[in-house]
């Protein structure tokens, strides 16, 4: 079994900054990557940001490309997304996402989310 902790969020004024944090634990023999995801009321969830854990890769979506960081913590298995510049599109609920094997040598890789974030950003 494996669980995601999530924190971090709330409301903050336009141009404002949040921290998202997300600490995995479980039954993971070797985590891919780590990511966050948003879904904001009446949308599809959308991709925000991604970081390979091996070289430490990141990814994020054009929306958020200069404004968010994602990076790992010291503590293993764990996850931030610094936003900065905040605008209210975007407000929505953030999800942790963790991609892992459960195995040495497995092919199959296993997805989990966290229980997600409300991020408001509103004056």
């Known amino acids: 079994q494996v669980q995601l902790v999530e924190s971090g969020g709330g409301l903050v004024q336009p141009g404002g900054s949040l921290r998202l944090s997300c600490a995995a634990s479980?039954?993971?023999?070797?985590?891919?990557?780590m990511g966050w995801y948003r879904q904001a009321p009446g949308k599809e969830r959308e991709f925000v940001a991604a970081i390979s854990w091996s070289g430490g890769n990141t990814y994020y979506a054009d929306s958020v490309k200069g404004r968010f960081t994602i990076s790992r913590g010291n503590a293993k298995s764990t996850v931030y997304l610094q936003m900065n510049s905040l605008k209210p599109e975007d407000t929505a609920v953030y999800y942790c996402?963790?991609?892992?094997?459960?195995?040495?040598?497995?092919?199959?890789?296993?997805?989990?989310w966290g229980q997600g974030n409300q991020v408001t950003v509103s004056s």
């Open positions: 996402n963790v991609k892992y094997t459960t195995y040495f040598g497995s092919a199959h890789e296993n997805d989990y």
């Open positions: 479980g039954n993971m023999f070797s985590i891919n990557a």
